[in-house]
């Protein structure tokens, strides 16, 4: 596709549900990153993805959190049990490249997590 | 480690006056850095990079920003605001991971009539 997509674009849930995120990247990008943007805490990094692989995992904030992601495209993240401190913006990125003269994150338009 | 620091949270202009947003950071290796501009309800969009090539780096949107490695500094400028360019700005840093962005706080900016 022509840029990052993300569903759904809000998410409202019961506190206690599990809930899913998808992010679909730009097609040919090889590295995905997720981050959590939350009013108390600004963004923040949570997992990235190089192909199939989570070399970084370190900013999920707890195990009820997992990421996976498939065929080297599209990523989902879950989030079990959740919580109301849950409820953030979770944001998915995109980039061609980890040579960091080339390593340009594509951002998407966000899902907006309400855990009530 | 790497951080980023915005000063001001909250900036007011008037539209046509000088956009000055600015942006401190901490990093233990040559950094990679980067201003994003955040519309209400959208994602973030790149609006320039510093990879050191050049220390004065022009954007979209007529923005630009000037590294000083002296001052630790990445400040955000535009000659003349627009109402336009009323949005929430970030700046963020890559440092030693090569992949993790750590961004400040934010700054949102408004522009008066």
């Known amino acids: 596709g022509a840029g990052v997509s993300q569903s759904p674009s809000n998410k409202v849930t019961e506190k206690g549900k599990d809930v899913e995120l998808r992010c679909d990247p730009i097609?040919?990008?090889?590295?995905l990153y997720w981050y959590r943007q939350s009013l108390g805490q600004g963004l923040e990094f949570l997992i990235y993805?190089?192909?199939?692989?989570?070399?970084?995992k370190s900013g999920l904030p707890s195990d009820r959190f997992s990421a996976e992601r498939t065929g080297g495209s599209v990523s989902t993240l879950t989030i079990q049990r959740t919580q109301q401190e849950d409820s953030a913006v979770y944001l998915c990125?995109?980039?061609?490249?980890?040579?960091?003269?080339?390593?340009?994150?594509?951002f998407g338009p966000g899902t907006r997590l309400t855990v009530l | 480690a790497q951080s980023v620091t915005q000063l001001g949270s909250h900036v007011s202009v008037s539209e046509g006056a000088l956009v000055l947003l600015r942006c401190n950071y901490s990093?233990?290796?040559?950094?990679?850095l980067f201003w994003y501009v955040q519309y209400p309800n959208q994602g973030l969009q790149l609006l320039l990079k510093?990879?050191?090539?050049?220390?004065l780096v022009k954007g979209i949107n007529g923005f630009e920003a000037e590294f000083k490695k002296s001052e630790t500094s990445f400040h955000l400028t535009k000659p003349s605001a627009h109402m336009s360019d009323a949005a929430e700005y970030f700046c963020?840093?890559?440092?030693?991971?090569?992949?993790?962005?750590?961004f400040g706080k934010g700054t949102l900016l408004t522009v008066n009539p």
């Open positions: 097609s040919g990008h090889t590295a």
């Open positions: 990125a995109s980039s061609l490249f980890l040579n960091p003269s080339y390593n340009e994150q594509f």
């Open positions: 990093s233990s290796v040559p950094p990679y």
């Open positions: 993805f190089q192909g199939n692989s989570a070399p970084d």
């Open positions: 510093y990879t050191s090539a050049a220390t």
């Open positions: 963020a840093v890559l440092g030693g991971s090569n992949y993790k962005l750590t």
